[in-house]
């Protein structure tokens, strides 16, 4: 005990600064994502995603040169971006428990879900404001899970096609495949040589203009690899209202 306590005494008499201290706030936008900058009395830069609000938090030396900590959340962006969705994307999975009178969500538009225990064959649909779904005694929450998440596979197949078809007349690009699948981290992506998309089946559960959203950003792909200005500048252009359909991707989960 008494070493201890010896050894915190000359760890903390060491100290001649307090590195928790906030010595100035600042704050960096880039593409609408919000840093708050945190001076300190500290010798190293920290980038922190928080994992409850996603906010983006930079600590770094109180002398830290601000177009440096710009050019290095820039050069982070992919990183922030990928740890925001990935607590979006993540998140609900825990807090749903698929019971009788959950809410869930399909194309933006709320359901209540309604769980009826049954030895007769499993189905599932829906009613104007429920999902009913019949499913053996004691399924467990990742069975029911797993039901609700292929009547969404089966709906967005018959949505999908119209929705690309008519944003590949637009954007005057063609696919020859698409897919959809759960990804943990993106809400779709693009293969530009084998001319193939895959989307997020989280999708299913958003607005249409949100979904039509990543299908114009993966399809843009086609005409520009990289999340660059041409690339937005493409965006701006065939969806000019694409940032708010983005923000939208946060919400109905
Ligand atoms: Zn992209």
């Known amino acids: 005990m008494f070493g201890k306590f010896l050894f915190k ?82 998140t609900p999975k825990i807090q749903k428990e698929y019971l009788t009178g959950e809410t869930h969500y399909f194309l933006g538009k709320t359901y209540s879900l309604e769980v009826i225990e049954s030895t007769e ?20 929450s990742e069975q029911r899970e797993k039901f609700l998440y ?24 063609k696919i020859d495949d698409y897919g959809i699948k759960r990804m943990k981290t993106k809400w779709g992506t693009c293969n530009r040589n084998a001319k193939r998309i895959w989307l997020n089946l989280e999708l299913a559960k958003k607005p249409i203009e949100v979904i039509e959203y990543i299908i114009v950003h993966e ?6 690899r990289y999340h660059n200005k041409r690339f937005y500048d493409f965006m701006s252009l065939f969806l000019p209202g694409w940032k708010q359909f983005k923000e939208e991707l946060n919400k109905y989960n």
Do not use: C
Request: hydrophobic residues 40%.
């Open 150 to 173: 292929e009547l969404y596979r089966v709906q967005l197949k018959r949505i999908l096609p119209d929705l690309i078809s008519k944003w590949e007349k637009v954007i005057n690009v």
């Open 9 to 90: 005494k000359n760890k903390n008499s060491k100290k001649k600064y307090d590195t928790k201290k906030v010595l100035q706030k600042k704050q960096i936008v880039i593409e609408n994502i919000k840093i708050d900058v945190e001076l300190k009395n500290i010798k190293n830069i920290n980038l922190k995603v928080d994992r409850t609000s996603r906010k983006v938090s930079i600590s770094a030396p109180k002398n830290a040169d601000m177009n440096y900590l710009r050019k290095f959340a820039a050069s982070k962006l992919d990183w922030i971006q990928k740890q925001q969705l990935k607590i979006i994307i993540n």
């Open 219 to 224: 399809l843009v792909h086609l005409l520009e």
């Open 121 to 140: 064959r499993p189905k599932i649909y829906f009613t104007p404001d429920r999902i009913i779904m019949q499913i053996p005694f004691g399924s467990v």
